[in-house]
């Protein structure tokens, strides 16, 4: 079953705090339309961190910005394929996996496209200021696949050590 576009991030958000919630980690999710995070969870010693979903239901994950800084979580939920009733898949990655992530993104596109130029921000952001968005403005952001986030399936556990302050690779 498709959900529709327009719950689509709602849903994985919602299907995040389910999870964390499972695992007694009390999640929050934010609301409205300017948000810069779309859940808050916190450790039961008053340790908060701040989490952003990005949900598909198709191939990839278009346009991912990414995340930085201590404290920061990047989950991806993944419904493609999934019945109703069945649970989507969850990455989980750290600001620095996220990172690993956009430098290998950028090493590919670099192999690809020799002759183009890109850059990485330092809030790990992949920018193409050679390819050109329908704005006529350089392109910001990189498509993510189920296999380029696959060692960090289901690693929830990474959430949980940063709320015990247990984690240095946050």
Same mark, same amino acid.
């Given at each position: 079953m498709k959900i529709d576009k327009g719950i689509l991030g709602v849903a994985g958000e919602f299907a995040v705090?389910? !999870? $964390?919630? #499972? #695992?007694?980690?009390y999640a929050q999710p934010t609301f409205g339309h300017q948000k810069r995070l779309d859940l808050l969870a916190f450790g039961s010693g008053g340790e908060m961190l701040r989490l952003e979903v990005k949900a598909k239901q198709g191939r990839d994950w278009p346009n991912c910005r990414g995340i930085a800084g201590r404290g920061v979580f990047l989950v991806f939920v993944d419904f493609e394929g999934k019945a109703e009733n069945e649970r989507p898949d969850f990455y989980v990655l750290s600001s620095n996996d996220w990172r690993r992530v956009v430098e290998v993104a950028s090493e590919r596109y670099k192999a690809k496209h020799p002759d183009r130029r890109? #850059? $990485?921000?330092d809030d790990n952001v992949l920018v193409l200021p050679d390819e050109v968005n329908a704005q006529g403005k350089e392109y910001v952001g990189c498509g993510v696949r189920p296999e380029d986030i696959q060692p960090h399936k289901e690693k929830? !556990?990474?959430?949980?050590?940063a709320l015990r302050g247990s984690d240095p690779q946050q």
């Amino acid at each position: 079953m498709k959900i529709d576009k327009g719950i689509l991030g709602v849903a994985g958000e919602f299907a995040v705090a389910a !999870e $964390l919630c #499972r #695992r007694n980690i009390y999640a929050q999710p934010t609301f409205g339309h300017q948000k810069r995070l779309d859940l808050l969870a916190f450790g039961s010693g008053g340790e908060m961190l701040r989490l952003e979903v990005k949900a598909k239901q198709g191939r990839d994950w278009p346009n991912c910005r990414g995340i930085a800084g201590r404290g920061v979580f990047l989950v991806f939920v993944d419904f493609e394929g999934k019945a109703e009733n069945e649970r989507p898949d969850f990455y989980v990655l750290s600001s620095n996996d996220w990172r690993r992530v956009v430098e290998v993104a950028s090493e590919r596109y670099k192999a690809k496209h020799p002759d183009r130029r890109v #850059r $990485l921000t330092d809030d790990n952001v992949l920018v193409l200021p050679d390819e050109v968005n329908a704005q006529g403005k350089e392109y910001v952001g990189c498509g993510v696949r189920p296999e380029d986030i696959q060692p960090h399936k289901e690693k929830w !556990e990474k959430i949980a050590q940063a709320l015990r302050g247990s984690d240095p690779q946050q």
